[in-house]
T-cell receptor, first 112, second 112 residues
Framework: QKEVEQDPGPLSVPEGAIVSLNCTYS??????FMWYRQYSRKGPELLMY????GNKEDGRFTAQVDKSSKYISLFIRDSQPSDSATYLC????????????FGKGTKLSVKP | DVKVTQSSRYLVKRTGEKVFLECVQD?????MFWYRQDPGLGLRLIYF???????EKGDIPEGYSVSREKKERFSLILESASTNQTSMYLC???????????FGDGTRLSIL
């Protein structure tokens, strides 16, 4: 079983739709969770950073962590064509426990 | 904002050449990382460094070495380039272990 699983997509939605992106993981020691957005031919850009379980909201973006189910989500409200990118989840344990483990990314396309 | 700068966006080299990829960060971050990103394989950690003159092997260090003589600069060296090292190379930095990593825009390296 891979440590982090992420559906590669591609996911295509109309402008204005609510988008749900998800990752599952197997390591119960993970405590720090991140979402990155990567535009074509650019480096990943940090979108959201959360610690442990719960929700975090930033504008149109909401990150959700459910540690009991080992499941994290990123919701994008009122999606825009500029949201078209690959979204990577990443996570790690606390303290000195290992490096970031990345999902392979979900490619999202928002159609005008 | 954190700025991670990679010296080249695109680079073409020949097999057997010694290749240097340079990365500089301007936020006094302790940690620096080198990844490669390939379609279907995601981000894979090559080497990382938690302090000046320190280096640790990541998941795929074979064929690579690194140098960190100054805190802000982390160099990746391909000792004798081979065609299977054609890839997108991404540098990242983080303040300390539990803080998120910030990425440069990558170097797309082609080995002919």
């Amino acid at each position: 079983q891979k440590e982090v699983e992420q559906d590669p997509g591609p996911l295509s939605v109309p402008e204005g739709a609510i988008v749900s992106l998800n990752c599952t993981y197997s390591n119960s020691a993970f405590q720090y969770f991140m979402w990155y957005r990567q535009y074509s031919r650019k480096g990943p850009e940090l979108l959201m950073y959360t610690y442990s379980s719960g929700n975090k909201e930033d504008g149109r973006f909401t990150a959700q962590v459910d540690k009991s189910s080992k499941y994290i989500s990123l919701f994008i409200r009122d999606s825009q064509p500029s949201d078209s990118a690959t979204y990577l989840c990443a996570m790690r344990g606390g303290g000195s426990q290992g490096n970031l483990i990345f999902g392979k990314g979900t490619k999202l396309s928002v159609k005008p | 904002d954190v700025k991670v700068t990679q010296s080249s966006r695109y680079l073409v080299k020949r097999t057997g050449e010694k290749v240097f990829l340079e990365c500089v960060q301007d936020m006094d971050h302790e940690n620096m990382f080198w990844y490669r990103q390939d379609p279907g394989l995601g981000l894979r950690l090559i080497y990382f460094s938690y302090d000046v003159k320190m280096k640790e092997k990541g998941d795929i260090p074979e064929g690579y070495s690194v140098s960190r003589e100054k805190k802000e600069r982390f160099s990746l060296i391909l000792e004798s380039a081979s065609t299977n090292q054609t890839s997108m190379y991404l540098c990242a930095s983080s303040l300390i272990n539990n803080q998120p990593q910030h990425f440069g825009d990558g170097t797309r390296l082609s080995i002919l």
